[in-house]
């Protein structure tokens, strides 16, 4: 490996997912340089299968940094929520919320697309390896390895935007025993904008309107999802029914991507000259479409106050008190939603009926919960 030059920025950010990108963005708009280290190459990036469902607080900041995907962003009009094999159901309108949208639905290609136009060509670093970080008072200081050469980096600060964290003790796992299998299938008829949410006891299961098609995520235990992967098209198609209904006539199954699930909070979230943002901070479940919503708002939280902190330990210390009520809120949400619909017990079968008629009947009720899956914790 040949020893290369030396390179400084302020903040130095691990990985160059949607959360390290918009980062990386929010601090140039104020003004605060910062350099993006990512191990797959940009290609990887843009073969990721997963697609996000956007609330319309993300694309209000997104358009802020002039990376709104608009033409690759399809609203969410309403959303229909029901249960498998028991009564209750909710539907929520953007027009009762009064907006355009309840949300959008984008790819993750899409959306790393447009984050990425901006990005000046000496700030990624991609296809790199970290292998070495060390601090000091005066800041840190990152070794890399990109092909055959080694780049040393420094900063006031790093950024873990790095993903899902493997084991770790400072992070706390709740496994929940549960695979989301993702793809695409297209409506016999147009969805109308219309999002599907149906609780199942093996796993939610949603579909969102996305081009022309529904992207689908079906949510399932592990043995079940094993099996649903081996499944020819039709077939597979026909297990989806199962779990759904077939009133939408759903046809022409595209190919199929599996996720383990669980939930992941790290305790501490600043350390020293270290902090960690958006998955790597809380790896949530994916029900109700918060992962990334939460992580963007952890990105525009962070820039904010380093703008107004300086990048100082003290500074990152004040950060994670900030975000301690949204990512608290965004995973107790999603928590409480995957294990009270998982399961078949009748008598909370009954109550998560009467709840879904409650919320069909109360508009504050109804309010509420859109609000928060809006805005997150500024909206409660
Ligand atoms: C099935 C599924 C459906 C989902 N649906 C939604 C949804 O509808 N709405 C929503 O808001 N969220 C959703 N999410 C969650 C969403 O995908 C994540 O919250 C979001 O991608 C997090 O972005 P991130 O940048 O923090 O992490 P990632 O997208 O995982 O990116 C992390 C990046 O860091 C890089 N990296 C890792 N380790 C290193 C290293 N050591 N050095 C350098 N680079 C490194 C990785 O290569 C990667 O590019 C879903 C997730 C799943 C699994």
Redesign the pocket.
């Known amino acids: 490996m040949t020893e290369a030059c030396a390179d400084s920025a302020e903040v130095l950010i ?9 980062l990386h963005l929010a601090l140039a708009r104020y003004g605060i340089t910062s350099r993006l ?4 190459p940009l290609a ?2 843009q073969a ?1 299968p ?6 319309h607080g ?1 694309r209000e900041l997104l358009e802020q940094l002039d990376s709104w995907p608009a033409q690759a962003a399809t609203p969410i009009e309403t959303i229909h929520i029901s249960q498998r094999g028991g009564f209750g159901r909710c539907l929520m309108t953007a027009k009762e919320q009064a907006l355009p949208a309840l949300g959008y ?1 984008v790819r ?1 290609r899409d959306l790393v697309s447009a984050l990425s136009r901006h990005l000046a060509p000496d700030a990624l670093y991609a296809e ?3 292998l070495a970080l060390e601090e000091d008072a005066q800041g840190v200081g990152l070794k890399l390895g990109q092909n055959a050469d080694s780049v040393s980096l420094h900063g006031a600060l790093i950024v873990h ?4 964290p493997g084991a770790d003790p400072l992070v706390s796992v709740r496994d929940y025993h549960q695979q ?1 299998v ?1 793809c695409e299938v297209r409506p016999a008829q147009p969805h109308g904008q219309r999002a599907w949410e149906r609780f199942t006891p093996d796993g939610p299961l ?1 579909l ?1 309107p996305l081009g022309e098609e529904f992207s689908v ?1 079906l949510t399932l235990p592990p043995a079940k999802a094993k099996e649903v992967m081996a499944l020819d098209d039709a077939a597979f198609i026909a297990a989806l029914e199962a779990q759904f209904g077939r009133h939408l006539g759903l046809c022409q199954a595209s190919p199929r ?1 599996c ?1 383990p ?1 669980a939930l992941r909070m790290r305790r501490t979230l600043a350390q020293g000259r270290a902090v960690w ?5 809380q ?2 479940h ?1 029900v ?9 708002r ?1 990105a525009w939280q962070l820039a904010q106050t380093l703008l107004t902190e300086g990048c100082t330990p003290s500074a990152l210390a004040h950060y994670a008190r900030l975000r301690r009520c949204d990512r608290q809120g965004g995973a107790l949400f999603t928590d409480t939603v995957v294990r009270t619909f998982s399961t078949d017990f009748a008598p909370i079968k009954w109550a998560r009926g009467l709840g879904l008629y409650a919320l069909d009947l109360f508009p504050p009720a109804r309010q509420f919960v859109a609000r928060r899956m809006i805005w997150g914790g500024r909206g409660g």
Do not use: C, H, K, W
């Open positions: 691990l990985g160059a997912g949607p959360v390290g990108l918009t280290l990512e191990r797959r990887a990036l990721d997963r697609v996000l469902a956007l609330s993300t639905v993750y790199a390896e970290m935007a790095d993903g899902t989301a993702i949603a969102l995520v991507n996720f699930l943002i958006g998955n790597a901070a790896t949530l994916p109700s479409g918060q992962g990334f919503n939460l992580g963007l952890d």
